[in-house]
């Protein structure tokens, strides 16, 4: 047999495969069949290689019956496989500025970090971050990686940024942002435009990348922060997004500085204001909500607004622990974030889950605020569903793109495992992810990185770069 006749391009044999799927199905010995970049097969390892399909002859084992069946087989004895992490809020040039501004507050460390060196940076600068950042969260179980671009908007900026993440395989949402005022809080003259300008710029990104031809990518926008948009510029945004079919997101309630300007503008909170330009749809993505009232929470969930939480940059900036469980019991859909490197200092979800996870259960004295299979569900199909993706991951179902992870629980943080996912939320490190695939290609293969990554010469184009950006200024 020649490899396009087999039946799978990929077969994953041995695994226990938390599916996630609405049933919670688990298959203990499973298996994972890839074939043209989908789901093919997800079940029992019994029916994925049968005698008909593999040519399965008496006296033969699985492993050869498995060989017959597929092009590349993984054999993920005792490991989990599980669905690729949805990260749904990183800012890629930050990776750069990790540890920069160190233990000051949200607007302060602004200043200090983010916004001088987002104004300086390169085309070169960003390319290597965005080479970095997505490396580093494919190591921590991460297949899509939702950007939210907000320095200068030179497109050749946003080209070098795109360019880098789609070099490392990862699956690419590109939020191309957007403020028209701000300068009295420290943004940069480069960074401000109209929102007519910038809503120009996002349609002619979405005209260069098409999904047809960048099926890896998606193009979308939002405003900033409240305190660097103006109600016209939401309202302009708005019009675009429900007129040509685009999904947004902004920070929101991060502090609560939000609502202060909001009321000294507008004469009300910032919710409010949204909700009366019609701004809360199913096309929003809030990114923080640390300060949600139990009010903003059921106009969430009635409006269809997701969620992504960032547990990591809330604590380190000391801005709060957002109201995640309440959240989610009001409905609303919640995703994870690691939020930029700068505030955050890895792009690790694995750290993530766990912060959001142990967040809750502190900040309401009650073990049980949220389990290891709800944080596990955030970063798996709640991410799916916050960037519009639930169709195509999320879960492993046959059919779907096939963007899954192989988690090895044989390293010292996670041995012994009596429960997988606890394994996987609460005890875990970048060194349990073995395998990585996404889009039914293989970017992390026993631990290293294929397909022409090299981790060492990341690294060391990164210290380079930065030297170099630290002296621009
Ligand atoms: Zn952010």
């Known amino acids: 047999m020649t490899s396009a006749d087999k039946e799978y391009d990929l077969l994953v044999i041995n695994a226990t495969v938390l599916t996630m799927d609405n049933a919670g199905s688990v298959y203990e010995r499973g298996a994972v069949g890839v074939r043209d970049g989908k789901l093919a097969y997800v079940g029992p390892l019994s029916a994925a290689v049968t005698a008909e399909t593999a040519g399965l002859v008496a006296g033969e ?14 054999d993920a004895c005792g490991m989990i496989v599980l669905p690729g992490f949805v990260n749904t809020h990183i800012h890629i040039f930050q990776s750069l500025l990790k540890g920069l501004g160190a233990d000051h507050e949200l607007v302060e460390w602004l200043n200090l970090s983010a916004l001088p060196y987002g104004a300086l940076a390169t085309p ?17 179980g991460c297949t899509t990686l939702a950007e939210f671009f907000y320095t200068a908007q030179d497109p050749a900026l946003a080209d070098a940024v795109i360019e880098g993440m789609l070099s ?9 942002t957007f403020q028209d005022t701000g300068l009295d809080y420290g943004m940069p003259a480069c960074f401000i435009e109209p929102a007519g300008a910038a809503m120009s710029a996002v349609a002619d990104l ?27 510029g939401y309202a302009e945004m708005l019009e675009y997004c429900l007129g040509e079919g685009v999904n947004y997101s902004m920070h929101i309630l991060e502090t609560t500085v939000d609502n202060e300007m909001c009321q000294r503008e507008h004469g009300c909170d910032i919710v409010d204001m949204l909700e009366g330009l019609g701004f809360l749809t199913e096309r929003m993505l809030a990114v923080h909500c640390v300060n949600l ?17 960032n547990p990591a940059p809330n604590l380190y900036l000391g801005s709060g622990i957002a109201p995640i469980a309440e959240a989610v019991k009001a409905g609303v859909n919640v995703s994870l974030g690691t939020d930029g490197a700068a505030s955050n200092n890895t792009t690790n979800m694995l750290e993530t889950m766990k912060l959001a996870a142990l967040g809750q259960k502190g900040r309401l004295r009650r073990a049980s605020a949220l389990s290891a299979a709800e944080t596990c569900a955030f970063a798996t199909t709640g991410g799916a569903r916050a960037l519009h993706k639930q169709e195509q991951i999320g879960t492993l179902e046959t059919g779907k793109r096939a963007d899954f992870i192989v988690f090895n629980p044989d390293v010292l943080t996670s041995t012994p495992v009596h429960d997988p996912l606890a394994a996987v939320v609460y005890a875990s490190e970048p060194r349990n992810i073995e395998h990585s695939v996404i889009d039914g290609r293989v970017v992390l293969r026993d631990g290293r990185f294929v397909n022409g990554l090299d981790e060492r010469e990341v690294v060391e184009e990164t210290k380079k770069a930065v030297r170099e950006l630290m002296a621009m200024r």
Do not use: K, N, Q
């Open 168 to 176: 490392t395989g990862m699956r690419s949402v590109f939020i191309r």
């Open 293 to 309: 009232t139990d009010r903003d929470i059921r106009r969430f969930a009635d409006y269809g607004v997701s969620v992504s939480h």
């Open 124 to 140: 070169a600068h960003h390319r290597i971050a965005a080479r970095l950042a997505c490396m580093e969260a494919i190591r921590s």
């Open 61 to 74: 084992t699985v492993a050869e019956a498995a060989a017959e069946a597929a092009a590349d087989v993984i």
């Open 206 to 232: 979405r005209r260069r990348y098409p999904v047809a031809e960048y099926p890896m990518l998606d193009i979308w926008t939002g405003p900033d922060v409240t305190w660097s948009t103006t109600r016209a």
